[in-house]
């Protein structure tokens, strides 16, 4: 004999029954859903093309851009004394002195990278280079150029007009990234350029003009003390002491290393006067920007959605209108949600 059901029965099975009425309408929105992008396949894809085409486009006309790196190593070795006096020792002159036990070796690091980004040398290298002879430097921004044309047609009064100087130290200051390591102490001179030559030429010219300028002024503080203990020795020994003469020849040494500092005309002159405290930059002929895959992605993936969107418009206004769904499939009773008026126009017809 069968067994009577009960009314707590029904009322258990009703919650079953509603989740499994959801899950089945979910699951029809879905499938009609992907019928309805198959079935507009061919506007997605032209639209992709279309953005395909574009992203090529603009890679072509975008010039690619070389980065070189340069790395100053302060390895904070003393090297040998330049001047003694009896049982003083006056530390060597080199581009990095060894500091005190007292000194944050941290802190000279971040000092030097301040050093490196500030505007004092670039203006040195866009001297030394002679960069303001060069229309890719001094070429100024289109926003200061459009203001200075309406200015002018306003009769206003023009701001000053900047030097060729000044424009192309703000254009190397611009290419010109400059980093430094905490853990490792090194500080890296990162320059950009169109050309893969002029990316390392840049880089090594901020980091050794940072470098001759240290080493210049550590040399003009040893030249001071050495022409002081000259002085003392000349006083207390006579011109003919031996310690008085070698005082004149360190002396000469010191002068010999300025003169040669100040008057280096090429950077692989200036290279062998700093040693191992650079590691020059090289010439990268892969370009660092435009990243090829990141602007085809991220285009692919924006065309994408147009097409999704478009698809999904066109629908709505064929449901709006009334107009039967071509082809054959799950589009023949439409639940896709893409809204109308009334609601959502996912609604069987």
């Given at each position: ?8 029965d ?8 509603a ?124 926003l ?80 001071a ?106 589009s ?9 008026a ?7 017809m």
């Amino acid at each position: 004999m069968t067994p009577l059901l009960k009314l707590g029965d029904f009322k258990k099975a009703e919650p079953v029954r509603a989740q499994a009425h959801h899950r089945a309408h979910y699951e029809q929105i879905a499938s009609d859903t992907l019928w309805l992008l198959w079935r507009r396949k061919w506007l997605i894809a032209a639209v992709l093309c279309t953005a395909l085409l574009l992203a090529a486009s603009v890679l072509l006309i975008i010039r690619p851009h070389y980065t070189a790196e340069a790395l100053i190593v302060p390895d904070f070795k003393a090297e040998e004394p330049v001047a003694r006096a009896g049982n003083r020792v006056e530390p060597a002159a080199t581009a990095n002195s060894q500091p005190s036990p007292s000194t944050d070796t941290a802190s000279l690091v971040d000092s030097a990278a301040r050093i490196l980004r500030s505007r004092s040398v670039a203006s040195a290298v866009v001297t030394h280079l002679e960069l303001d002879k060069d229309p890719t430097f001094t070429r100024p921004l289109s926003l200061l150029h459009l203001l200075a044309t309406v200015q002018s047609t306003l009769g206003l009064s023009p701001s000053r007009r900047p030097s060729p100087h000044d424009l192309a130290v703000n254009a190397l200051m611009r290419r010109i990234t400059v980093t430094n390591e905490l853990r490792s102490y090194l500080v890296t001179v990162a320059a950009s350029s169109e050309e893969p030559e002029e990316a390392a030429k840049l880089a090594n010219a901020i980091a050794l003009e940072y470098l001759r300028t240290q080493m210049i002024q550590r040399l003009i503080g040893a030249k001071a003390v050495v022409e002081r203990e000259v002085a003392d020795l000349s006083s207390v020994y006579g011109a003919r002491h031996p310690s008085y003469v070698n005082g004149q020849t360190r002396l000469e040494e010191i002068n010999a290393r300025l003169n040669a500092l100040k008057t280096a005309a090429t950077q692989d002159t200036l290279q062998t006067l700093v040693g191992k405290a650079l590691i020059p930059a090289e010439t990268v002929v892969i370009p660092s920007s435009p990243n090829i895959l990141l602007v085809i992605g991220v285009s692919l993936g924006a065309a994408l959605v147009v097409g999704i969107w478009l698809a999904l418009l066109l629908e709505r206004r064929r449901v709006r209108a009334g107009e039967p769904a071509s082809g054959h499939g799950p589009s023949a009773v439409p639940n896709v949600v893409v809204g109308t008026a009334e609601g959502y126009a996912g609604t069987s017809m």
